[in-house]
């Protein structure tokens, strides 16, 4: 098959997202008040409502009302006043009653926006004409969303001894009903998305934004959140729609990105040989690197939909809607351009502390301590925490300091932040114990710069012939041999100085 930014050339993708989420931070479920832990025994969260007993009444979830108009609000949609839940009818074991409610025409949220920023490689994808493209070749696409609405999840079915989601006379079907009635959001995309790129960073976006709200622990992996992609192709200059297949099974960000890559061509393929793409639910198989055919959609589904005779439409008031504006926090992009702004963060780094809300908190706890060391507080949020246990926003406010002071090199921070982790040991207290100072005793870093340069013989040649990023790799060796004790900004200084004669 050809490669993805050569099929999209000639042609253009059109995608679209449904994305479920799972309000699992909710202590109960939708319409009871049944615990949501999918991990406790099976069967042992549930209640006449959840399991669907005749006579059973159903009552609305108020926090989970207050999350998705969150949501809403958070991705630009109109909050719709007055909507109601409908029957969705169908009949299969994991839902009891035969029918799912969820939301019909109107839904709590309509008509949203996302912006994505596309930048560097994954910018490529998409044909520089089609798109409005920055000097660095970045640009941003406006990604419609059409709703988001409410429903209850489905029962969680385990079929032993079949085939995974299928029935077989072979095989027994064990039901746990825990899951059952756990409050849903279904955020549906218009078709706007146009390269597997997009999608990818749509979904991530759309991640750190729920996760930004505290609504869903957002696992794609235990699948609290999941993602299924429509994509269909047509020739570039034509604006008809394809036929479309459906992707499924899409559980992390490469698998998103790479099953609707693969399927871009695969569609390519079939229309450059003068087939037809045939309306069919697809599956992704990671390890195969390709979709495979679930099952062909025929007819459209007849569900039968109808309002909830049990419950009453809503007529959502201002004063609710505030109260739930007043719930959403500074969302992640908007974080990350402030941090930018204001403290002067790198791109990367301020992306990386602003979209987990978590590390955002400790950032800016360290950084009330250390204002001045902001951007080294950063560095060493993003480049040693991870390694750590508990180090504390003071202790990592601390260790900024003496590194914005030049006082200790990153080795001796490392060093430092090893000793004091999961203690209350001051850093400094530790530096000072240890005499760990930064060494800027310019003869005996003179001396380490002659002992190394003697040593490398090759790097020095490469450099006196034009190679001048050698210099780096010098300067790690200098830092190697001093045990992570000089200056590194000295030893630059010294290996040039001595190179250049
Ligand atoms: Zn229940």
Same mark, same amino acid.
Request: charged share 25%.
């Given at each position: 098959m050809r490669r993805l930014q050569e099929v999209l050339r000639d042609w253009e993708a059109v995608i679209g997202l449904e994305v479920h989420t799972e309000?699992?931070?909710?202590?109960?479920?939708m319409f009871c008040?049944? &615990?949501?832990?999918?991990?406790?025994?099976?069967?042992?969260?549930?209640c006449p409502v959840c399991l669907g007993l005749p006579g059973a009444l159903p009552v609305p979830n108020r926090r989970a009302i207050e999350y998705i108009v969150m949501a809403g609000l958070a991705t630009n949609c109109?909050?719709?006043r007055h909507s109601s839940f409908y029957r969705k009818h169908y009949f299969y074991p994991d839902m009891s009653k035969n029918y799912q409610t969820t939301q019909g025409?109107?839904?709590?949220?309509?008509?949203g926006h996302l912006d994505l920023e596309v930048r560097g490689q994954?910018?490529?994808?998409?044909?520089?004409?089609t798109a409005d493209k920055n000097e660095d070749g970045s640009y941003v696409a406006p990604i419609r969303i059409l709703r988001i609405h409410m429903e209850e999840d489905a029962a969680k079915m385990v079929h032993v001894g079949?085939?995974?989601g299928r029935i077989t006379s072979a095989s027994e079907s064990l039901i746990d009903y825990? &899951?059952?009635g756990t409050p849903l959001i279904e955020l549906v995309t218009e078709p706007?998305?146009?390269?597997p790129e997009e999608a990818r960073l749509f979904m991530e976006k759309l991640r750190r934004t729920f996760m930004a709200l505290g609504i869903?622990?957002?696992?794609l992996e235990s699948g609290s959140m999941r993602c299924d992609g429509n994509v269909s192709i047509r020739r570039r200059g034509t604006t008809g729609f394809g036929v479309k297949t459906e992707m499924k099974n899409l559980n992390s960000f490469k698998s998103l990105h790479d099953a609707l890559a693969y399927e871009i061509c695969r569609q390519a393929e079939v229309l450059e040989a003068g087939g037809a793409v045939r309306q069919e639910t697809r599956h992704w198989e990671p390890s195969r690197r390709r979709t495979m055919v679930m099952r062909v959609k025929e007819t459209a589904d007849d569900y039968r939909m109808y309002p909830d005779p049990d419950l009453a439409p809503f007529d959502l008031s201002d004063e609710f809607v505030q109260q739930c504006r007043d719930r959403v926090p500074e969302l992640p992009d908007a974080r990350r351009d402030r941090y930018m702004a204001e403290?002067?963060?790198?791109r990367k780094a301020a992306e990386q502390i602003a979209g987990d809300p978590a590390t955002a908190r400790f950032f800016e706890q360290a950084v009330r301590l250390a204002p001045r060391a902001a951007s080294m507080v950063a560095n060493v949020v993003v480049n040693?925490?991870?390694?750590?246990q508990a180090v504390t926003p003071e202790q990592t406010a601390s260790i900024a300091e003496l590194l914005a002071a030049e006082a200790i090199t990153f080795a001796q921070a490392r060093e430092v932040l090893g000793l004091a982790d999961g203690t209350n040991e001051d850093p400094r207290r530790i530096v000072d114990e240890r005499g760990l100072r930064q060494s800027t005793d310019a003869d005996a870093l003179a001396k380490t710069v002659d002992e190394v340069l003697e040593r490398c013989p090759d790097q020095v040649r490469q450099y006196r012939d034009g190679?001048?990023?050698?210099v780096g790799f010098l300067v790690g060796q200098c830092m190697k041999a001093s045990r992570g004790t000089g200056n590194p900004k000295l030893f630059n200084q010294l290996l040039l100085k001595r190179l250049s004669t």
């Open positions: 309000l699992t931070t909710l202590q109960t479920k008040d049944c &615990r949501i832990c999918h991990d406790d025994p099976p069967n042992t969260n549930v109109h909050i719709q025409p109107v839904a709590f949220c309509m008509h994954g910018a490529q994808e998409r044909p520089d004409a079949g085939s995974e825990n &899951r059952c706007d998305l146009r390269t869903s622990d957002c696992s403290l002067g963060l790198s040693m925490l991870p390694a750590m190679n001048k990023k050698v």
